[in-house]
């Protein structure tokens, strides 16, 4: 298959969207680049699969405008709009062979046999599946399914793909895989591709950049780093990996909270605030450590703790907050007893301060 | 305490089920494959030699009368397909397809044909749709044409078709619910919509449900008796074995040849629906469910849709309305209405057709208790124990789907003839107690499956609790397992009940007094005399309160038992 | 609430076995006396006398078996081994000379006396003393008059009237195969007017048929609801319809016959003393007065009877013109009995489309002639007449013993293979009749297209 000349860009503006009186979307606004990988992340209920829904032309009509290529698509019915989309389950169309399911787009448009045969050919192997060709959905597993069903997508060369949670129905290891093989098909198509997920991983691994919902507005916006490192709001910080989120607020050049908590801090920022720091920022010591240059130390006591694997992640109570500290597991590494004192070392250039 | 299950076949503790199997199983064949065998081999046997000859299917062929029939038949029965399925079409499509407001009226639709069977309509659907009858009087006076609904064959087929749509009807309404609603999404982003879409979508997937629906519309009117006996139409196969054998007598081989062939068409009918469900089993293979994209209706849409929801209502309500006034009216003769209206038809039904309605009460109650332990009996057996060749039981009882009641009938008179009842000096075949027999072999299939779901619904692991706090096998199905099922077990006892009361063609066969006949024959008896019209109708709605009543009661069983066996958790 | 489940299937168990117990018990204590009765007369009728008999004899209770002719006359001889049944109750005297040819009648002499021996011109009852006539019952026709009214049809009186054009489609008959009475009409017909003339009639009747009726009752019922204009029936049907309160009307034509009903006692009836009880009281004054009511209307054979009938009621000792004009031949109509059965079939019955065809033609080029007389058209349509008329038998061979007992309405294999089984002969005779038909047509068709 040839390099997609036709892939383009999504531009959404103030998209809101209600099922009844239930306000789903709110206030939706993004710009998608062509050939970009772009996913969408978000708990359930947040509205990420509606909002792929809208784009692809089910659903009630949303307020707002949507453009593919720059041309407007809201009030275009589904079968005009000529996006490519994956569905959770696939929706192979158990009564035809595979061949037929993949042809069955490039029939509707016309297409001469000849050539229908060719590309179903091309398209069956570029997911590496056209010994499977005459049989029929239910003699395949769950990841084969799959592939079938992207080739049969990717064969009418849509302008952008579609995929709504398209691993969630597979096990562990094949998902993994199958991610892997989803960003390498993309690449080498170079197709806008939007990738609708709950799990962090796999948006991290393959996206160029991800917009996090919550109860149907986007959160924020940006590439996994970005958005993973300067969360802007406490959604963001909570979402994204693991964090430690205290409460409080900016008092004479302070961040001050409940219990005698206190570090000093460098920022602009006055009034209520959120102090976050990750687990892997903090460190714990069983012998004394005072401040210097790199982080505060905090006096605490041991919570209890948890091995997983990679590492243990100690929760230790110190001025009454439980910070969360991850510390790498070697072989042969004890484990810190419960109720053991420890001093907490919190790296200063990793801490960050949200707006409450 | 427990005692290891042995595989012993009269080990101790499989006994008891072993036996009842065995009883069961010797009741099925005595009362089921005997007679049925018989049949085939009389088919099958020169009448004077004894030995086996094709000549009797021969014969049958060559005559033109039966050749006529046969086709008859066949024709009426693929007619009355056609016709139910244009009924349930539009109504499918208006329920899947649209957020419709009349939905309810549809399923009401869905159930009003079945609580009168075919035949007690038939009369009085010649008074409105005759070719004198009142909507052919209207016509001819203002529009100056008629329209032959009842006559000859058309009779059959328009009574039948507007009985047995809501078998057509739910079974493509499911079908259609059933489609996961990606296969239709997935196919309008890949460019098609509308009547393609359908096309070659949307109507693949129905097929499987469409088909086992028609499969079981077409058999139904194959088999039925009553209907053409009533509408006087004798050119068709079930109506030619009744008069063969009662007219022309019992050794008579041609009604035996017409049951043969009844039986293999049964067959044939049966085996077409399990190969369209069999592989084809699209529920499986879609994850989702959920249905077609439904949209809201225009005005216009709305009024149309309305309009031919109320037209095919007031079709179907046709045959009530008409037996209604054939059962007050005093006169109705060549008018569009009765002449006036009288109580004195439903005074002489209750005055003198008590011992219809006792008769009925008794072999419908019988026969329906007697399904409805047969049918929890063998759910338990085959289901719960592991006792050999217990799935031939379930197939034994379900083979008596492909037997009409006629060849049930001439089957029984065949065989019993030479039994005489203990005690008494009548033949076993003139004995009321073989109409409750056949009642209930007639049934034991649909008040078997109910008791298999209602089994199903019980977690084995609740049977386990049991055992495992040391109650025995038996107990434990006393004192566990039955009463959970008992809705479904009650729910089956109505079907029965309700569906035997009208019983008529193996009814007819073998009802050799009035004084033991049930309410369907008193019906076909009445309908027999010019004054009998009007009790006849009176009985006829008798008949349709009974098994209305039953239907509704059967429903609000079901309806509590599922509220209350949602609250028991993992469901097996 | 599963206590309240276990309560509700214990009280039904009881319930049912109760009512079983009870229903068993009941039928074991039988009747002292009893009486069983095959007939084939409908409940109208055996209601009617059942509760009178019973009435009057309180010991005795009546199990009435109620099956068709053919069927009730199969049914002894079926069971005629162990044979249950006291008296064979119906209309047509044939069935009873087959059963009494069979020796499965006993004979019996009624204590009524003093009755005659005749009504009309046929015998009422059998001269060997085997079975009595208790009513008679004639062949006439029966019409609707809303019907007529509203479709400007003048009412018929005479078999001929119903061969004219104006009845088309309005006239409807059951087929002596299938009825032992509408046999009775059809053979009265052939005898009264003699073989060629009475089946030219009849075919020319049956042009106008609307249907064929599957039984005799489908005519009078048809008639009533107005479903067809016209009906042949026997009498006591449009008798008992008009009595009923059907707007329908009734009329004997001159060519009719009164045949008798009629009552026998099977042989080796379990209860004979009660049979002959019932014989007598059919006979008598009582008795005999029932068969005034208006559901059932039927000629008593006890003339002082007809002083308590309605007015307009017919009456044949009086009205010597009803049933006079033929004497019937019993044995003759035995002897074709089958064979009558098959050719009206075969001509009228199965083609019944081909000859309402030929016979509209007919009349349409009839009605042209009259505007337009024409010699040639009329010589075709005279020609076409005689082509629906033609026989593929004459009146001699149907009463050829060798040829009738070829139709057996039975398959027997064992016997005859002679030349002409019954099949192959209707066969032939299918063909000719479907040629005749169609030329016919096609000769009327012409004869109007010249005109």
Same mark, same amino acid.
């Given at each position: 298959?040839?390099?997609?000349?036709?892939?383009?860009?999504?531009?959404?503006?103030?998209?809101?969207?209600?099922?009844?009186?239930?306000?789903?979307?709110?206030?939706?606004?993004?710009?998608?680049?062509?050939?970009?990988?772009?996913?969408?992340?978000?708990?359930?209920?947040?509205?990420?699969?509606?909002?792929?829904?809208?784009?692809?032309?089910?659903?009630?009509?949303?307020?707002?405008?949507?453009?593919?290529?720059?041309?407007?698509?809201?009030?275009?019915?589904?079968?005009?709009?000529?996006?490519?989309?994956?569905?959770?389950?696939?929706?192979?169309?158990?009564?035809?062979?595979?061949?037929?399911?993949?042809?069955?787009?490039?029939?509707?448009?016309?297409?001469?046999?000849?050539?229908?045969?060719?590309?179903?050919?091309?398209?069956?192997?570029?997911?590496?599946?056209?010994?499977?060709?005459?049989?029929?959905?239910?003699?395949?597993?769950?990841?084969?399914?799959?592939?079938?069903?992207?080739?049969?997508?990717?064969?009418?060369?849509?302008?952008?793909?579609?995929?709504?949670?398209?691993?969630?129905?597979?096990?562990?290891?094949?998902?993994?895989?199958?991610?892997?093989?989803?960003?390498?098909?993309?690449?080498?198509?170079?197709?806008?591709?939007?990738?609708?997920?709950?799990?962090?991983?796999?948006?991290?691994?393959?996206?160029?950049?991800?917009?996090?919902?919550?109860?149907?507005?986007?959160?924020?916006?940006?590439?996994?780093?970005?958005?993973?490192?300067?969360?802007?709001?406490?959604?963001?910080?909570?979402?994204?990996?693991?964090?430690?989120?205290?409460?409080?607020?900016?008092?004479? @050049?302070?961040?001050?909270?409940?219990?005698?908590?206190?570090?000093?801090?460098?920022?602009?920022?006055?009034?209520?605030?959120?102090?976050?720091?990750?687990?892997?920022?903090?460190?714990?010591?069983?012998?004394?450590?005072?401040?210097?240059?790199?982080?505060?130390?905090?006096?605490?006591?041991?919570?209890?703790?948890?091995?997983?694997?990679?590492?243990?992640?100690?929760?230790?109570?110190?001025?009454?907050?439980?910070?969360?500290?991850?510390?790498?597991?070697?072989?042969?590494?004890?484990?810190?007893?419960?109720?053991?004192?420890?001093?907490?070392?919190?790296?200063?250039?990793?801490?960050?301060?949200?707006?409450? | 305490?427990?005692?290891?299950?042995?595989?012993?076949?009269?080990?101790?503790?499989?006994?008891?089920?072993?036996?009842? !199997?065995?009883?069961?199983?010797?009741?099925?064949?005595?009362?089921?494959?005997?007679?049925?065998?018989?049949?085939?081999?009389?088919?099958?046997?020169?009448?004077?030699?004894?030995?086996?000859?094709?000549?009797?299917?021969?014969?049958?062929?060559?005559?033109?009368?039966?050749?006529?029939?046969?086709?008859?038949?066949?024709?009426?029965?693929?007619?009355?397909?056609?016709?139910?399925?244009?009924?349930?079409?539009?109504?499918?499509?208006?329920?899947?397809?649209?957020?419709?407001?009349?939905?309810?009226?549809?399923?009401?639709?869905?159930?009003?044909?079945?609580?009168?069977?075919?035949?007690? @309509?038939?009369?009085?659907?010649?008074?409105?749709?005759?070719?004198?009858?009142?909507?052919?009087?209207?016509?001819?006076?203002?529009?100056?044409?008629?329209?032959?609904?009842?006559?000859?064959?058309?009779?059959?087929?328009?009574?039948?078709?507007?009985?047995?749509?809501?078998?057509? /009807?739910?079974?493509?309404?499911?079908?259609?619910?059933?489609?996961?609603?990606?296969?239709?999404?997935?196919?309008?982003?890949?460019?098609?919509?509308?009547?393609?879409?359908?096309?070659?979508?949307?109507?693949?997937?129905?097929?499987?449900?469409?088909?086992?629906?028609?499969?079981?519309?077409?058999?139904?009117?194959?088999?039925?008796?009553?209907?053409?006996?009533?509408?006087?139409?004798?050119?068709?196969?079930?109506?030619?074995?009744?008069?063969?054998?009662?007219?022309?007598?019992?050794?008579?081989?041609?009604?035996?040849?017409?049951?043969?062939?009844?039986?293999?068409?049964?067959?044939?009918?049966?085996?077409?629906?399990?190969?369209?469900?069999?592989?084809?089993?699209?529920?499986?293979?879609?994850?989702?469910?959920?249905?077609?994209?439904?949209?809201?209706?225009?005005?216009?849409?709305?009024?149309?849709?309305?309009?031919?929801?109320?037209?095919?209502?007031?079709?179907?309500?046709?045959?009530?309305?008409?037996?209604?006034?054939?059962?007050?009216?005093?006169?109705?003769?060549?008018?569009?209405?009765?002449?006036?209206?009288?109580?004195?038809?439903?005074?002489?039904?209750?005055?003198?057709?008590?011992?219809?309605?006792?008769?009925?009460?008794?072999?419908?109650?019988?026969? !329906?208790?007697?399904?409805?332990?047969?049918?929890?009996?063998?759910?338990?057996?085959?289901?719960?124990?592991?006792?050999?060749?217990?799935?031939?039981?379930?197939?034994?009882?379900?083979?008596?789907?492909?037997?009409?009641?006629?060849?049930?009938?001439?089957?029984?008179?065949?065989?019993?003839?030479?039994?005489?009842?203990?005690?008494?000096?009548?033949?076993?075949?003139?004995?009321?107690?073989?109409?409750?027999?056949?009642?209930?072999?007639?049934?034991?299939?649909?008040?078997?499956?109910?008791?298999?779901?209602?089994?199903?619904?019980?977690?084995?692991?609740?049977?386990?609790?049991?055992?495992?706090?040391?109650?025995?096998?038996?107990?434990?199905?006393?004192?566990?397992?039955?009463?959970?099922?008992?809705?479904?077990?009650?729910?089956?006892?109505?079907?029965?009940?309700?569906?035997?009361?009208?019983?008529?063609?193996?009814?007819?066969?073998?009802?050799?007094?009035?004084?033991?006949?049930?309410?369907?024959?008193?019906?076909?008896?009445?309908?027999?005399?010019?004054?009998?019209?009007?009790?006849?109708?009176?009985?006829?709605?008798?008949?349709?309160?009974?098994?209305?009543?039953?239907?509704?009661?059967?429903?609000?069983?079901?309806?509590?038992?599922?509220?209350?066996?949602?609250?028991?958790?993992?469901?097996? | 609430?599963?206590?309240?489940?276990?309560?509700?299937?214990?009280?039904?168990?009881?319930?049912?076995?109760?009512?079983?117990?009870?229903?068993?018990?009941?039928?074991?204590?039988?009747?002292?006396?009893?009486?069983?009765?095959?007939?084939?007369?409908?409940?109208?009728?055996?209601?009617?006398?059942?509760?009178?008999?019973?009435?009057?004899?309180?010991?005795?209770?009546?199990?009435?078996?109620?099956?068709?002719?053919?069927?009730?006359?199969?049914?002894?001889?079926?069971?005629?081994?162990?044979?249950?049944?006291?008296?064979?109750?119906?209309?047509?005297?044939?069935?009873?000379?087959?059963?009494?040819?069979?020796?499965?009648?006993?004979?019996?002499?009624?204590?009524?006396?003093?009755?005659?021996?005749?009504?009309?011109?046929?015998?009422?009852?059998?001269?060997?003393?085997?079975?009595?006539?208790?009513?008679?019952?004639?062949?006439?026709?029966?019409?609707?008059?809303?019907?007529?009214?509203?479709?400007?049809?003048?009412?018929?009186?005479?078999?001929?009237?119903?061969?004219?054009?104006?009845?088309?489609?309005?006239?409807?008959?059951?087929?002596?195969?299938?009825? @032992?009475?509408?046999?009775?009409?059809?053979?009265?017909?052939?005898?009264?007017?003699?073989?060629?003339?009475?089946?030219?009639?009849?075919?020319?009747?049956? @042009?106008?048929?609307?249907?064929?009726?599957?039984?005799?009752?489908?005519?009078?019922?048809?008639?009533?609801?107005?479903?067809?204009?016209?009906?042949?029936?026997?009498?006591?049907?449009?008798?008992?319809?008009?009595?009923?309160?059907?707007?329908?009307?009734?009329?004997?034509?001159?060519?009719?016959?009164?045949?008798?009903?009629?009552?026998?006692?099977?042989?080796?009836?379990?209860?004979?003393?009660?049979?002959?009880?019932?014989?007598?009281?059919?006979?008598?004054?009582?008795?005999?007065?029932?068969?005034?009511?208006?559901?059932?209307?039927?000629?008593?054979?006890?003339?002082?009877?007809?002083?308590?009938?309605?007015?307009?009621?017919?009456?044949?000792?009086?009205?010597?013109?009803?049933?006079?004009?033929?004497?019937?031949?019993?044995?003759?109509?035995?002897?074709?009995?089958? /064979?009558?059965?098959?050719?009206?079939?075969?001509?009228?019955?199965?083609?019944?489309?081909?000859?309402?065809?030929?016979?509209?033609?007919?009349?349409?080029?009839?009605?042209?002639?009259?505007?337009?007389?024409?010699?040639?058209?009329?010589?075709?349509?005279?020609?076409?007449?005689?082509?629906?008329?033609?026989?593929?038998?004459?009146?001699?061979?149907?009463?050829?013993?060798?040829?009738?007992?070829?139709?057996?309405?039975?398959?027997?294999?064992?016997?005859?293979?002679?030349?002409?089984?019954?099949?192959?002969?209707?066969?032939?005779?299918?063909?000719?009749?479907?040629?005749?038909?169609?030329?016919?047509?096609?000769?009327?068709?012409?004869?109007?297209?010249?005109?």
């Amino acid at each position: 298959m040839t390099q997609n000349k036709s892939t383009a860009g999504i531009s959404i503006k103030n998209l809101g969207l209600s099922f009844g009186t239930t306000e789903v979307l709110k206030g939706v606004n993004l710009e998608i680049e062509p050939g970009e990988f772009f996913s969408f992340l978000g708990p359930s209920g947040s509205g990420k699969s509606t909002l792929l829904r809208a784009i692809s032309g089910f659903g009630p009509d949303p307020t707002g405008s949507i453009k593919i290529g720059g041309e407007e698509v809201t009030g275009l019915p589904a079968w005009q709009r000529n996006v490519g989309m994956v569905f959770q389950s696939y929706a192979l169309w158990p009564h035809m062979t595979i061949r037929k399911n993949v042809a069955f787009g490039l029939e509707e448009r016309k297409v001469s046999s000849t050539e229908i045969d060719g590309r179903v050919d091309d398209a069956l192997d570029l997911v590496g599946l056209k010994h499977l060709a005459d049989r029929t959905p239910g003699q395949l597993s769950g990841g084969q399914q799959q592939r079938i069903a992207l080739a049969r997508t990717i064969v009418v060369e849509p302008r952008v793909l579609l995929l709504d949670e398209p691993l969630s129905n597979l096990d562990a290891n094949l998902r993994v895989q199958m991610r892997r093989d989803i960003l390498a098909l993309q690449r080498e198509l170079g197709l806008t591709t939007i990738f609708v997920t709950h799990d962090q991983e796999e948006a991290n691994t393959i996206s160029d950049r991800m917009a996090v919902l919550d109860k149907g507005i986007i959160q924020q916006i940006g590439t996994p780093v970005e958005l993973y490192d300067q969360p802007q709001n406490r959604f963001v910080a909570s979402f994204l990996g693991t964090a430690n989120i205290i409460e409080g607020s900016i008092t004479e @050049g302070h961040f001050v909270a409940e219990k005698d908590f206190k570090i000093p801090v460098k920022t602009d920022l006055t009034g209520n605030i959120y102090l976050v720091i990750r687990p892997q920022s903090v460190t714990i010591s069983e012998t004394e450590v005072t401040e210097n240059n790199r982080s505060y130390s905090l006096k605490g006591n041991i919570e209890y703790s948890e091995f997983l694997g990679e590492t243990v992640r100690y929760s230790v109570l110190s001025n009454g907050h439980s910070i969360l500290a991850d510390e790498s597991h070697l072989r042969g590494n004890k484990i810190v007893a419960n109720g053991q004192d420890v001093w907490v070392e919190i790296e200063k250039d990793q801490i960050l301060l949200l707006d409450r | 305490m427990t005692v290891k299950a042995s595989s012993g076949f009269l080990s101790r503790s499989n006994f008891g089920p072993k036996a009842l !199997a065995i009883l069961i199983a010797l009741f099925l064949i005595m009362f089921l494959a005997v007679p049925v065998a018989k049949v085939f081999i009389v088919a099958f046997q020169d009448p004077s030699t004894g030995s086996f000859t094709l000549i009797n299917f021969v014969d049958f062929f060559k005559t033109s009368l039966f050749r006529e029939s046969f086709w008859n038949s066949f024709y009426v029965s693929s007619v009355s397909v056609v016709v139910a399925s244009i009924i349930a079409l539009p109504l499918a499509y208006f329920t899947s397809r649209f957020n419709f407001g009349g939905t309810v009226i549809i399923q009401t639709l869905g159930i009003v044909p079945l609580i009168m069977p075919p035949f007690v @309509g038939a009369v009085a659907m010649q008074l409105l749709f005759g070719s004198n009858g009142s909507v052919n009087l209207l016509l001819d006076e203002h529009l100056g044409f008629t329209i032959p609904f009842m006559e000859g064959l058309n009779g059959v087929i328009f009574v039948q078709s507007i009985h047995y749509f809501p078998f057509i /009807l739910i079974n493509l309404s499911a079908a259609l619910a059933n489609i996961d609603r990606s296969m239709e999404e997935s196919a309008l982003s890949l460019g098609s919509n509308g009547m393609r879409l359908f096309r070659r979508i949307v109507f693949p997937l129905s097929m499987p449900g469409y088909v086992a629906g028609a499969s079981i519309v077409f058999i139904k009117v194959f088999d039925d008796l009553g209907t053409p006996l009533l509408l006087n139409v004798n050119n068709m196969l079930a109506p030619q074995a009744y008069l063969r054998i009662s007219s022309v007598g019992i050794s008579d081989p041609m009604g035996y040849v017409i049951s043969v062939i009844l039986v293999i068409f049964s067959l044939f009918a049966m085996w077409v629906a399990f190969l369209a469900l069999r592989g084809k089993d699209y529920a499986t293979t879609q994850k989702g469910g959920g249905g077609l994209m439904k949209r809201d209706m225009k005005p216009a849409e709305k009024f149309i849709a309305y309009a031919i929801v109320l037209f095919i209502l007031a079709v179907v309500l046709s045959p009530h309305l008409a037996l209604g006034l054939l059962s007050f009216g005093t006169i109705w003769s060549y008018s569009v209405l009765p002449d006036a209206y009288t109580l004195e038809h439903y005074a002489e039904v209750f005055s003198s057709a008590g011992d219809f309605i006792k008769n009925t009460l008794l072999y419908a109650g019988m026969a !329906a208790t007697i399904d409805v332990v047969i049918g929890t009996a063998i759910a338990y057996i085959v289901w719960r124990t592991k006792i050999k060749g217990r799935k031939i039981l379930d197939y034994l009882a379900m083979s008596a789907l492909a037997v009409p009641g006629v060849v049930l009938g001439i089957g029984y008179l065949r065989t019993f003839y030479q039994f005489d009842v203990p005690f008494k000096d009548i033949p076993l075949a003139n004995y009321w107690l073989i109409i409750v027999i056949a009642l209930a072999i007639r049934r034991l299939p649909y008040a078997m499956r109910a008791c298999v779901a209602a089994l199903q619904q019980v977690s084995v692991s609740l049977e386990e609790a049991s055992e495992s706090l040391g109650a025995r096998k038996m107990t434990t199905v006393k004192r566990i397992v039955i009463p959970l099922m008992t809705g479904g077990i009650l729910a089956g006892f109505v079907t029965s009940f309700a569906t035997a009361a009208v019983e008529l063609s193996a009814t007819i066969m073998l009802v050799s007094s009035e004084a033991d006949a049930p309410i369907a024959y008193g019906i076909y008896v009445f309908m027999q005399s010019a004054a009998g019209r009007g009790p006849g109708a009176a009985l006829g709605i008798l008949a349709v309160v009974i098994v209305a009543l039953g239907t509704y009661v059967s429903n609000r069983i079901i309806q509590k038992a599922n509220q209350k066996n949602a609250m028991s958790p993992d469901q097996h | 609430m599963a206590f309240q489940n276990k309560e509700v299937i214990k009280k039904l168990t009881t319930v049912v076995i109760g009512s079983t117990a009870l229903m068993l018990s009941l039928s074991v204590n039988a009747a002292d006396g009893q009486l069983t009765i095959v007939t084939s007369f409908p409940s109208d009728l055996t209601k009617v006398f059942k509760k009178a008999f019973e009435k009057d004899n309180p010991g005795i209770k009546l199990e009435i078996l109620k099956k068709k002719t053919t069927a009730g006359v199969k049914y002894i001889q079926e069971t005629s081994a162990k044979n249950r049944t006291d008296l064979f109750w119906a209309s047509a005297p044939d069935a009873f000379e087959v059963l009494k040819d069979d020796s499965l009648l006993q004979k019996y002499e009624s204590s009524v006396k003093g009755l005659p021996d005749k009504v009309g011109a046929f015998p009422v009852n059998d001269p060997d003393g085997y079975y009595k006539g208790f009513a008679a019952a004639g062949y006439g026709i029966m019409w609707n008059e809303r019907y007529i009214k509203a479709k400007k049809l003048p009412a018929p009186a005479q078999w001929a009237d119903l061969t004219k054009a104006v009845y088309h489609n309005h006239v409807g008959m059951s087929a002596p195969s299938r009825s @032992g009475t509408t046999h009775l009409t059809v053979e009265t017909l052939l005898q009264g007017k003699g073989w060629d003339e009475g089946w030219k009639m009849q075919k020319e009747i049956a @042009g106008n048929f609307k249907t064929v009726t599957e039984r005799s009752f489908g005519v009078p019922d048809g008639v009533n609801s107005g479903n067809f204009g016209i009906g042949i029936v026997i009498d006591f049907f449009g008798l008992s319809s008009k009595g009923s309160g059907f707007p329908v009307d009734f009329v004997y034509p001159t060519a009719t016959t009164l045949v008798p009903a009629n009552i026998a006692i099977v042989a080796n009836a379990p209860n004979k003393e009660n049979a002959g009880k019932f014989i007598d009281y059919l006979l008598e004054p009582n008795g005999q007065e029932l068969l005034l009511d208006p559901k059932i209307r039927r000629l008593p054979v006890n003339p002082a009877t007809y002083a308590k009938a309605p007015e307009g009621f017919p009456n044949p000792f009086k009205d010597s013109s009803i049933g006079a004009a033929v004497k019937f031949d019993l044995t003759k109509s035995k002897n074709r009995y089958n /064979l009558v059965n098959s050719l009206f079939d075969v001509m009228i019955t199965y083609r019944l489309d081909d000859l309402r065809k030929a016979t509209k033609a007919i009349q349409d080029a009839e009605a042209a002639l009259a505007k337009k007389p024409n010699d040639d058209a009329a010589k075709l349509i005279a020609e076409a007449r005689a082509l629906i008329a033609k026989l593929p038998i004459d009146e001699a061979k149907s009463l050829d013993k060798e040829f009738a007992g070829i139709f057996k309405k039975k398959r027997k294999k064992a016997t005859d293979k002679v030349t002409g089984r019954q099949a192959e002969v209707e066969q032939e005779w299918d063909k000719f009749v479907v040629e005749n038909y169609a030329k016919a047509k096609e000769l009327a068709e012409k004869a109007q297209s010249m005109l």
